[in-house]
């Protein structure tokens, strides 16, 4: 060890530098109980410390790297933090419901899941999940206002919050690909310790080939061709083109059944399409028909002649324009460019009409309906379309473990499964408002039957409405016979199932709580 320490000494002083005993310890990374044999050690003829941690880029490690220190630090971070926001609001009043929810998932979780993808194996544990799920609770109970006995699990699913066991895996597999893109290491999957989280968070999509490459810079390229987005000198729709001119049209179409390109030329009188599949996005067609623009030219020896190349997209003309280059469709189209040698123009039609471009519209809408002989990813897989996938792994994930709660019927009855929409408008609502419609979809209202059971409420709980049955939520949202009209009036029924009450807007929801004319929402005190 000492000798190892010279060594780095001895680089230093090559390169100029200087290391400062004072800021150096020594951190043994090793599962032995007695650590005699590695010390001491002394830098410039200075002991230096030996720690049982050491802190580097904001994340702890501690000499068993079992993560137990990190994990604490950030929980006691999180919760320090978190509380102060809770001082910002009570049950009715202070932040709104949608600024509380974008300071825990912005400023509050993104410190939390730091450094993911070298301690992710802990989130894993039983013990780190509850731990975890405490700091969720609080951020849930701060945003909706709900009593305390509500279940974690239902405010999650209908805030449409992650768990954040779940979170964690995705920020350390999306690390994972990032590495991978970048082959550092060369082999990702088989570094030690990540295989499990390659195959953990998978989707078919992250095995295929990829369109993002690491950033390139091309500065000389604004010689070779020009970008204009004239809109007005396309008002008129009849332009005059200079007679020597190429002139090309692009255009692009996604359906259902695919996506595709199309080029239409009017010198020289030519017109191609090209499938590409399900997986390319608009971006990448837009860029694609340009391409194929450029190697139509490029195989024909087009040499020293203005050449008008026509897209309707502003996405495509401000990327080939800027010199940053983070797409390798974008870097081969910028590459034909250069090898073109000509005068090129990318005007864009600002609207529809122009014969040249309803032309190249046709001839995309029917490559778009035709199937790609081959490999789907004809482009590569952009970047968005591996974080949608990620994304939607974790929604199937958060939904199985939704399911396989084995308690909850109330919540799993009217809240269904996550829909971001719904969360959506919940965050729209005033704090009030919002509590109110946590307590009917999870089932803890203050209502006498729900009080009755635990504890607060000794007298009798049935409906105090139509004074049959026992006073719970479901039984006066769905089926009270006093509250038929309203239910009618609200719904177009004079019942409801729960299934309905799920699916409801949160708008309809909000109107029959306030025509029924709810009591113990505004004050509960009586019923006890």
């Known amino acids: 060890m000492q000798e190892a320490l010279n060594v780095v000494v001895k680089w230093a002083v090559i390169e100029g530098l200087n290391i400062s005993p004072h800021k150096t310890s020594i951190v043994p990374f090793t599962n032995r109980m007695n650590t005699d044999g590695l010390g001491p050690l002394t830098l410039y003829g200075k002991e230096l410390t030996m720690l049982d941690m050491g802190k ?40 709104r419901p949608n600024m509380v929810q974008w300071l825990y998932t912005r400023v509050n979780r993104p410190s939390i899941i730091h450094g993911a993808l070298v301690w992710w194996s802990k989130a894993m544990q039983k013990t780190t999940e509850t731990q975890l799920g405490r700091i969720q609770r609080m951020a849930c109970l701060a945003i909706t206002g709900a009593m305390k006995l509500t279940p974690t699990a239902a405010m999650e699913i209908l805030l449409n919050l992650t768990l954040l066991d779940m979170v964690i895996q995705v920020e350390a597999r999306m690390a994972l690909y990032r590495l991978h893109i970048l082959k550092q290491p060369a082999n990702p999957k088989a570094e030690a310790g990540l295989p499990y989280i390659w195959k953990n968070v998978s989707d078919p999509l992250l095995e295929m080939r990829v369109d993002h490459t690491t950033p390139v810079y091309y500065y000389y390229y604004s010689k070779v061709f020009s970008v204009i987005m004239d809109w007005d000198h396309w008002k008129s729709k009849d332009p005059v083109f200079p007679e020597e001119a190429l002139i090309w049209f692009t255009d692009s179409s996604k359906a259902n059944s695919g996506t595709g390109s199309g080029i239409f030329g009017l010198r020289p009188n030519r017109s191609f399409s090209f499938p590409l599949g399900k997986f390319a996005t608009v971006f990448q067609t837009k860029i694609y028909a340009i391409l194929q623009c450029e190697c139509e030219n ?162 009798d709980p049935i409906c105090r409405f139509c004074g049959m049955e026992t006073e719970k939520e479901q039984h006066i949202v769905c089926c009270c016979k006093t509250l038929a009209r309203q239910r009618y009036n609200v719904f177009g029924r004079v019942t409801v199932e729960p299934k309905d009450i799920s699916t409801a807007s949160i708008r309809d929801l909000c109107r029959f709580i306030r025509s029924a004319g709810f009591p113990w929402f505004v004050r509960h005190s009586h019923l006890i």
């Open 56 to 95: 580097y880029l904001g994340v702890t490690l501690d000499s068993k790297l079992n993560w137990n220190q990190h994990l604490q630090k950030i929980i006691n971070k999180a919760q320090t933090t978190f509380a102060v926001v809770r001082y910002t609001c009570g049950k009715k009043w202070g932040l």
């Open 298 to 459: 490029i195989r024909r020896a087009y040499k020293k002649k203005q050449i008008l190349i026509f897209s309707d997209s502003q996405a495509a003309l401000k990327t080939l324009s800027g010199p940053k280059v983070t797409s390798r469709l974008v870097a081969e189209c910028l590459d034909a460019l250069s090898a073109l040698a000509s005068l090129m123009r990318l005007p864009s039609p600002g609207c529809r009409g122009i014969p040249g471009n309803e032309e190249a519209d046709k001839l995309a809408r029917q490559a778009s309906a035709t199937p790609l002989l081959g490999p789907q990813m004809g482009l590569g897989i952009p970047k968005c379309s591996i974080r949608e996938a990620i994304k939607n792994w974790t929604e199937m994930q958060h939904l199985r473990a939704w399911i396989d709660l084995p308690d909850l019927r109330h919540g799993k009855l009217f809240i269904g499964r996550p829909c971001k929409k719904r969360a959506d408008d919940l965050l729209k609502l005033s704090r009030h408002q919002l509590k109110m419609v946590t307590a009917i979809y999870t089932g803890h209202a203050p209502v006498r039957g729900h009080m009755y059971t635990t504890g607060p409420f000794d007298g």
